[in-house]
């Protein structure tokens, strides 16, 4: 996803919706006051920063002995919005797939970015090598891809079907066990949970534009031209109307599940 351009202000729509699971993780990590005062944070997939900015203040000290945190993204768009954010941030470009710190890191977070990484059974044990013994990673991504929100893509696509299934093969996750097999032979403490959230969206096509700003994005790339991502279009928001029908008092539910893992990393 590194080549893909993303729209800061189209991710932002449902700000609050996306926040919530970044601070229902960030509240399951253990503070000082248990002993934990990581001091070098690294934010796989920062995007616009508000996350990254959270975790800073979670960790903040009274004193100048703040933790260093990194906010890295692969995206241009996205970065730009976060530079405005916080100037005691430093905030880097990389690709996920290959980077590397410039040191061991304390805590590894990443909310909603690691899907679009592939090979996760190859990907965490890289991730997890970064890491000091008895640091800790947090990661939350979404595991939605059976929904209809997602299912229904396939269906528009029908007269696409190699162009979209190559591109909704670019965000993949792998079950909770093996996410537990994966961890467990470094890592002890592991934490593993699933949540469905029911988001409250306004207006007409509330789906769709949620959709739109992010698993939506490679699929529309991949169409052959404006003919077909507009047919493409209306159907999938017809399906999407039936499925998650807009209420009386121009609400729709939102049906959303995500998957959260915390571990520590054994110490050596």
């Known amino acids: 996803m590194s080549n893909t351009h993303w729209d800061p202000a189209r991710y932002s729509l449902f700000g609050n919706e996306r926040l919530r699971p970044a601070i229902d993780l960030i509240g399951r990590l253990p503070k000082a006051a248990s002993g934990f005062s990581p001091r070098h944070i690294v ?36 970065l730009d919005t976060a530079r405005k954010r916080s100037e005691n941030i430093d905030w880097q470009k990389a690709d996920i797939a290959t980077w590397q710190p410039d040191e061991q890191v304390d805590l590894l977070f990443s909310n909603a970015a690691l899907h679009w990484v592939p090979d996760h059974s190859t990907l965490f044990p890289r991730l997890l090598d970064f890491v000091r013994p008895g640091g800790m990673i947090a990661i939350q991504v979404p595991n939605n891809f059976l929904a209809p929100s997602h299912q229904l893509i396939g269906e ?113």
Not at 48 to 65: E, K
Not at 216 to 223: G, N, S, T
Request: contains cysteine; hydrophobic residues 40%; aromatic residues 10%.
């Open 43 to 78: 934010d796989l997939g920062c995007g616009p920063g508000s996350v990254t900015a959270i975790l800073a203040d979670a960790f903040a000290t009274d004193n100048d002995d703040s933790p260093r945190i990194v906010g890295v993204d692969s995206s241009d768009e996205m």
């Open 156 to 268: 528009a696509g029908m007269d696409w079907r190699k162009e979209v299934a190559q591109a909704m093969h670019a965000a993949r996750i792998m079950r909770p066990g093996d996410y537990f097999d994966v961890l467990a032979p470094s890592c002890d403490e592991i934490d593993l949970w699933q949540t469905q959230y029911c988001h409250v969206l306004n207006g007409p096509d509330a789906v769709y534009n949620w959709t739109s700003s992010t698993i939506l994005r490679p699929v529309m790339a991949a169409l052959p031209d404006d003919a077909a991502r507009a047919t493409f279009t209306a159907k999938y928001k017809e399906r999407l109307n039936q499925v998650y029908p807009i209420r009386d008092d121009g609400r729709t539910l939102f049906p959303f599940n995500r998957l959260f893992m915390v571990a520590r990393k054994r110490p050596s």
